[in-house]
Antibody
Framework: EVQLVESGGGLVQPGRSLRLSCAAS????????MHWVRQAPGKGLEWVSS????????GYADSMKGRFTISRDNAKNSLYLQMNSLRAEDTALYYC??????????????WGQGTLVTVSS | DIQMTQSPSCVSASVGDRVTITCRAS??????LAWYQQKPGRAPKLLIY???SLQSGVPSRFSGSGSGTDFTLTISSLQPEDFATYYC?????????FGGGTKVEIK
């Protein structure tokens, strides 16, 4: 059974950094792309970033480009999101999701339960 | 970037009704569109990928159609467990973009 467990969320001050992690199990991690998707309280889904199976292809939403960095460690079956220069508008539940295929643009197929990031002074 | 416009933003319907949700892309995306269902407090669930392919385990009352810029998600006979918010997502090119969502409410 596919399992995705996010961690690393919490309360952080504006301008500070946070690193999210996603531990994957139940599938061959290095065969699939991975995504981060977020949802601000009471709002819709917003795609954040994705990474291909081999880390060659990476994409970011415009509002996160230059501030967020996605990475993966296939040996550890783990996905990461380094978030710098955090803003109040980055407050959201951050989901990790497995892609249907190996391409960074493959549809997110299975999702974790999310980790909450709150940016506030 | 490709913009996705979803409509309506909210629909009131009864059990047994046929419900249609549309999504329009700002440029052609071939069939690279997915549909998701999200219930309150839950993670999204993939329903449809590549515009019309039903994800494993999803009931056949859900169907998707369209290509290019215009897409439709249809629920043929609404069931109590289908009251939720639905989102489209274009997967044609990075950055991926979601539609704004459609909340299906009980009439």
């Amino acid at each position: 059974e596919v399992q995705l467990v996010e961690s690393g969320g919490g309360l952080v001050q504006p301008g500070r950094s946070l690193r999210l992690s996603c531990a994957a199990s139940g599938f061959t991690f290095d065969d699939y792309a991975m995504h981060w998707v977020r949802q601000a309280p009471g709002k819709g889904l917003e795609w954040v970033s994705s990474i291909s199976w081999n880390s060659v292809n990476i994409g970011y939403a415009d509002s996160m480009k230059g501030r967020f960095t996605i990475s993966r460690d296939n040996a550890k079956n783990s996905l990461y999101l380094q978030m710098n220069s955090l803003r109040a508008e980055d407050t959201a539940l951050y989901y990790c999701a497995k892609g249907r295929g190996s391409s960074a643009s493959s549809s997110p197929e299975r999702w974790g339960q999310g980790t909450l990031v709150t940016v506030s002074s | 970037d490709i913009q996705m416009t979803q409509s309506p933003s909210c629909v009131s319907a009864s059990v047994g009704d046929r419900v249609t949700i549309t999504c329009r892309a700002s440029q052609g995306i071939s069939s690279w569109l997915a549909w998701y269902q999200q219930k309150p407090g839950r993670a999204p669930k993939l329903l449809i990928y590549t515009a019309s392919s039903l994800q494993s385990g999803v009931p056949s009352r859900f169907s998707g159609s369209g290509s290019g810029t215009d897409f439709t998600l249809t629920i043929s006979s609404l069931q109590p467990e289908d009251f939720a918010t639905y989102y489209c997502l274009q997967t044609n090119s990075l950055p991926l973009t979601f539609g704004g969502g459609t909340k299906v409410e009980i009439k």
